[in-house]
């Protein structure tokens, strides 16, 4: 049986990766599309009902979520708008896929996961927030290549870019004058603490991190670099570095562990046994299709009735902590931050 869906937004991204997803997952079938202004609707050109602001009447949001053929709603908003559709989805009993990050701050994503926990929630809808670096094959077969190398001994992240002006990502006006803390590092930012965590796993879970935060340039405020030292459970320190405005380019994700270390470079994983020098190493690609992936395993927890663990606002909330404390550590000079969210 195929499950009704609307999608909720017009954007670059529902167009680029949340379409081709829907299209592509047997388990769903596309009723209708929402966005904020009838014109960005239209200009998907699709074949749908078109619900916006302003539409005319019958054609609102709320009347979207009246539609008894609509069980589910892909949520694509600017990240402060989000919460208001994800309740208003969850009171009407529609199973909700939100894009990352839940919230643009934590007192906003904990009244989120509140909320869903309440007795407004009808028709035992679900929630899920999609986060796709969750779902990459690359990160995935990491990871579990990571288990097989006894402890984890330490863990560098590098993420170096330069985002410009005429970026198309970056060219909407909710990104342009972010009204939401971090910017960009936020934005683009929680993909990359979603991938280490994954990586980290739970014996090496972050307790508790310092930051030191810089400007470079003036298009990206408040901040667009970030670097970071984070203190795992396992007693083990690791750092994170990310900006947006360098000049520099570069992107690894390094795990080392007792008997080996992994390296994680966009679609492509290293493996290597033993000493790096004189160790036998493994070298597997992948596609990457990880927003398809995702789309599906959350149409598959519709029909089996059981969220998927990797769309847990749960682990969300674990991702957004975590940039929010190196923010608020970057504020502060380096001040030492705790985490409690971790899952």
């Not at 949001?61 to 208003?88: F, K, T």
């Not at 097989?148 to 863990?155: A, C, D, E, N, T």
């Not at 508790?208 to 670097?227: E, K, M």
């Not at 290597?272 to 598959?300: H, I, P």
Request: charge should be neutral.
């Amino acid at each position: 049986m195929s499950i009704g869906v609307a999608i909720i937004g017009s954007g670059l991204f529902v167009q680029d990766e949340h379409l081709p997803a829907v299209q592509a997952t047997p388990h769903l079938t596309l009723k209708a599309v929402y966005s904020r202004s009838l014109k960005s609707a239209q200009a998907l050109k699709l074949e749908v009902d078109l619900y916006s602001d302003d539409a005319g009447s019958g054609k609102t949001y709320h009347d979207l979520l009246l539609r008894d053929d609509i069980h589910g709603v892909i949520i694509a908003l600017p990240i402060l708008s989000q919460p208001e559709y994800i309740e208003a989805a969850l009171a009407a009993g529609k199973h909700v896929l939100s894009e990352k990050p839940i919230a643009g701050d934590l007192k906003r994503a904990e009244s989120l996961i509140k909320y869903y926990k309440s007795e407004k929630v009808k028709n035992k809808a679900t929630w899920g927030v999609a986060e796709n670096y969750r779902f990459l094959d690359s990160y995935i077969y990491a990871s579990q290549e990571i288990l097989k190398l006894g402890r984890i001994l330490g863990f560098h992240v590098t993420v170096s870019a330069n985002i410009q002006v005429d970026n198309k990502y970056y060219n909407t006006p909710w990104r342009t004058k972010p009204e939401y803390q971090g910017g960009f590092l936020l934005d683009g930012g929680v993909h990359s603490v979603a991938g280490i965590r994954l990586l980290l796993g739970e014996g090496a879970k972050p307790t508790a991190l310092t930051a030191y935060t810089a400007l470079l340039q003036p298009h990206l405020p408040p901040a667009d670099t970030i670097t970071s030292i984070w203190q795992t459970k396992a007693g083990v320190p690791g750092t994170f570095a990310m900006s947006f405005g360098t000049t520099l380019s570069g992107y690894a994700f390094d795990v080392a562990c007792e008997h080996g270390s992994v390296t994680v470079t966009d679609k492509k994983v290293e493996v290597r046994q033993g000493l790096q020098k004189d160790g036998k190493s493994s070298v597997k690609e992948f596609k990457g299709e990880d927003v398809k992936a995702e789309v599906n395993a959350w149409a598959e927890s519709i029909a089996n009735g059981k969220p998927h663990p990797l769309q847990s606002p749960e682990q969300a909330l674990a991702d957004l902590e975590i940039l929010e404390k190196m923010l608020k550590s970057g504020q502060g000079h380096g001040k030492t931050e705790s985490l409690q969210f971790q899952v």
